[in-house]
């Protein structure tokens, strides 16, 4: 009985996110311009944006891929965190990102919740959205982004 007075309370007090789909899964790659060559050449994709991110220390290529996107990474610096994971594990699945309709109410439920965090508030990504980006040990090994409008 205790038991779930406890719940009822603590799930009233917790607003529910919601996550409406996967925005994009973020490839980290060596050569922005080859990796562009076989997602345009081989898969027949059309690279729809190329923008540098400052902050993040990378150079982004968009392809639309139906409802989601793939974000190829380039990074602009050994020292930043997609030179850095390169070295370590190589070209790959960098992060997953989800699209909710509020970052900043969503970043506070993670928080609140107890999971650990990178961005304790939104930053500008590309394409203009806010993002945040949640600690891979907290989700599964699985660098995860969250991003809205
Ligand atoms: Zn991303």
């Known amino acids: 009985m205790a038991s779930e007075t406890t719940f009822a309370t ?11 789909r996967i925005e994009h899964i973020g490839i980290a790659v060596k050569n922005l311009s080859e990796a562009i060559r076989f997602y ?17 220390k990378v150079r982004t290529a968009f392809f639309q891929v139906g409802g989601t996107k793939v974000e190829l990474l380039e990074s602009t610096d050994p020292e930043g965190p997609v030179g850095r994971f390169i070295d370590s594990k190589g070209e790959g699945i960098h992060h997953i990102a989800f699209a909710v309709d509020d ?9 609140e919740k107890g999971v650990r965090l990178i961005d304790q508030a ?13 600690h891979p040990k907290a ?3 699985v660098l995860t982004e969250f991003c809205s409008k």
């Not at 970052?103 to 928080?111: A, K, Q």
């Open 103 to 111: 970052i900043v109410s969503s970043l506070n439920e993670l928080r």
């Open 139 to 141: 989700t599964l090994g």
């Open 122 to 134: 939104p930053r500008k990504g590309a394409e203009d959205l806010k993002i945040g980006f949640l």
């Open 40 to 56: 345009e050449d081989i898969l027949n994709l059309k690279c729809y944006g190329i923008e540098e991110i400052a902050d993040q």
């Open 10 to 20: 603590s799930f009233k007090t917790i607003t529910v996110m919601k996550i409406d």
